[in-house]
């Protein structure tokens, strides 16, 4: 039997951690058959996290995208929506992504600008990156915990996301954007391409253009630029997708799957970085990826021109219908790795 990438990856962890490992047959064969898992150990939460961490944006299929052919014989999954967050250093949401998992084996994801005009549920009106930060903050002011504060703010984010959106988000997965810099540094940088030299004091980034391989500082810089490029923070957007394109690219090649310190260090920034709510099946989730055969990536219509509002700044516009329509039949608009972008 040939196993997808993915497998393969779970595999390699299976054999790197053999001390706190269960049986790498049973669990493979859970894998193979889509059945939930028993128990959960460490290493098997910290493995299907990274694929949460390399979904955020584009989620590569392996199947799909090296193989260029459908999953012969892959079980229905159930519909399911999951929204992947990147934060920022303060808390507020760096990147917002939507994520559809169909019963067909298909999958499409919507990036939603951070700097998106919406109804923050429980807040009113504000920037989409500040909701994550204002339902933590009320769940704190109400004498929660830190953990429940957290938990607060990504189910506010959710219920925002869910409202723009006309869809139920079923799982969340959060990741500190500053993580991306130890992930592309562990997979022994990522490689990006940009249409013009690129020079912005205020996020660090200085680099020339074309072909070029981005880690640890650099890649930081390089998703963090919106001052000065054409379209501000949509060409953020698109940064993020063809970098997080690269970084699977990375990820899932053979010479990771054989460097022992490289897959143990992407495992530990796993381990510590990846935060999802308490019901998501990771596990699971690692075997319904490996079922997809079909991937769809954009980024949400928005308003010409940015809107300045009083006491909260530049705004993008959104008109919710469109939003709705657009997420409902998303178009393929996938970047890949090699593509130049601003």
Not at 30 to 51: G, I, K
Not at 80 to 101: Q, R
Not at 214 to 231: C, D, I, M, T, Y
Request: net charge negative; with cysteine; glycine share 10%.
């Amino acid at each position: 039997m040939t196993h997808d990438r993915t497998e393969l990856l779970i595999r390699a962890a299976l054999t790197e951690e053999a001390d706190r490992r269960p049986d790498p047959a049973r669990v493979l064969a859970q894998l193979e058959h889509r059945s939930a898992p028993s128990r959960r150990t460490p290493v098997l939460v910290a493995v299907a996290a990274l694929v949460v961490v390399v979904a955020v944006a584009v989620v590569l299929v392996p199947r799909a995208l090296h193989r260029g052919e459908p999953v012969v014989g892959a079980a229905p999954a159930a519909e399911e929506n999951v929204l992947l967050v990147g934060l920022d250093d303060i808390g507020y949401a760096d990147s917002v992504v939507l994520g559809h998992f169909g019963r067909d084996g298909t999958a499409s994801f919507a990036s939603i600008p951070r700097d998106s005009y919406v109804d923050i549920p429980g807040v009113g009106k504000g920037k989409l990156n500040s909701a994550y930060a204002a339902g933590r903050q009320a769940a704190l002011n109400q004498g929660h915990d830190e953990a429940a504060a957290d938990e607060a703010g990504a189910r506010t984010l959710a219920d925002t996301v869910g409202q723009l959106t006309g869809t139920h988000v079923d799982h969340y997965g959060i990741v500190p954007m500053a993580s991306f810099g130890s992930l592309s540094s562990a997979v022994g940088g990522v490689p990006v391409c940009l249409r013009a030299a690129a020079h912005d004091p205020m996020s660090g980034a200085s680099f020339p253009a074309g072909q070029q391989v981005v880690e640890g500082q650099s890649a930081l810089a390089f998703l963090r630029q919106r001052h000065g490029l054409p379209k501000g923070d949509l060409d953020r957007v698109v940064r993020l997708q063809v970098f997080l394109r690269g970084l699977v690219d990375k990820a899932l090649s053979g010479n990771l799957l054989t460097d022992a310190q490289r897959l143990a260090s992407l495992l530990d920034i796993v381990r510590a970085d990846v935060r999802t709510d308490p019901g998501w099946d990771l596990l699971a989730f690692a075997a319904q990826l490996s079922g997809v055969h079909a991937v769809k990536t954009g980024t949400i219509p928005v308003a010409d021109g940015e809107l300045m509002i009083p006491g909260t700044g530049a705004v993008i516009g959104l008109d919710p219908a469109q939003v709705r329509a657009y997420v409902a039949d998303l178009p393929a608009a996938t970047p890949s790795p090699d593509q130049c972008v601003n």
